[in-house]
């Protein structure tokens, strides 16, 4: 049995699926062409026939041949469309990242230029059904509806022209690490205009909060938000959502955290639990950290023998780089404001720290291009980029140097080369001089290491 609770948490699978937008729009189409059945031989309906004469069918085998020709020219419209989809989508998981296709999957223009193509074929199919005797041996020629199939017609190729050229500019790589930054920094950018114009002063100590078990597994993908405070504002609780989003989560984690003891509350408890979403794709707009493993993923992928595109690989890391920077000005604790009162939020959740979001990022591609001189002297610039706005946050400072540290290990190891081992030594020196005690013990450990 379909319950609203089930149509809920399948609501991201239902819209995520490229034939959502089709369905609805062929649903429409099809009652669209109900309509124009039903009025075609209406008093309003002639009037308009009278006007546009000139542009009507009024002979039942030409009617049937336009009609006929629209039907199959769309359908082989729809079915090139389609495998273009496919190909894409093999293209884009071959060449950048598997976690980019249901980014391309989604995407609303693709689905509503498909969703037409098979709208106007059902159309014309039931104008085509429609030509019939009307009594003394007549034929009723649906003439208007034959002209709307006709405008249809000629909207399609249209479409067709925009789909290829929107379908071949979805795979390039430039395009795609584009969108995924400016989706990125835009997620990064609304939490921190969130923050600094509702700061909270203080945080609670969540260590002293009683914890709340799963009784589902799988990850932990986001909260339907209005619907938990809405829950924590009738019962005067709050809540803490103590892992990150991306979190494999198994039956019995404690992964809530109530200020209130609500062991004698089963009926509560499931009640926010029924508010949690668990799926497994990865959506920008669920979480910037999302957007940030992509591009990591794509530079990765750049880096592998069968493409070998160094160049990708850096800009995707100069992206890392530019997010890394604006996750600084973000609390490590995030926080709703929905139905709360005098900026006292009621949902906190555990934000993906600095230190995570350094580690998941860039330890793929340390490891996938530490033989690569070119890659890694631009990943030392990205850092010491971040290291120039780091410069007031000790915590962030310590972090990078940590990591620089692991960085320096592996080009030790793998980079030989006198003149690749002198540019590493430049711009070791130049990361010296924005700290210099830290990074003087880096330069000095790299460089003790040549002799």
Known sequence: MITPRKIADNYREMISSIGFYPSMLSVLFLT?????????????????????????????????????????????????????????????????????????????????????????????????????????????????????????????????VYFIHSISRAIQVDNVLNDLFKNTKSELNSIKAMQHEHPVDDFPNFDDWYSIKSKTEGYFKGAHSDKLCAICKEHDIKIYISVKQGFFTVKGYPFLKCDTDLTDKPELIDELLACFIFYIEEYVSDHYRYGMTQISEIAVKAMSPGINDPGTAVKAIDMLSILLILRLDIYDVNYSLKQCDDNHPKLFLHETSFDELLHDNFTPIRNYAKNDAYVMVNVLEAFKNILFRASDNEKATKSLFIYLGAIIEDIDTHISNEYDREQITNMLKAIARISEQQGEKLLARFTSNNQ
């Open 32 to 160: 669209f062409a109900l309509i124009t059945t039903a009025v075609e031989y209406s008093d309003p309906a002639m009037s308009v026939k009278k006007v546009l004469s000139v542009l009507l069918v009024d002979s039942e085998e030409n009617a049937r041949t336009i009609l006929s020709t629209l039907a199959g020219s769309i359908i082989s419209l729809t079915v090139f469309s389609f495998s273009m989809v496919m190909v894409v989508l093999n293209s884009a998981s071959a060449s950048l990242s598997p976690r980019v296709l249901p980014g391309l999957i989604t995407r609303k223009s693709h689905q509503l230029v498909l969703g037409f193509y098979l709208g106007s074929i059902i159309y014309t199919i039931l104008m085509l059904i429609n030509i019939r005797t009307i009594g003394n041996g007549n034929m009723g020629i649906p003439s208007l509806g034959i002209f709307i199939s006709l405008v249809l017609g000629l909207i399609s190729l249209g479409f067709f």
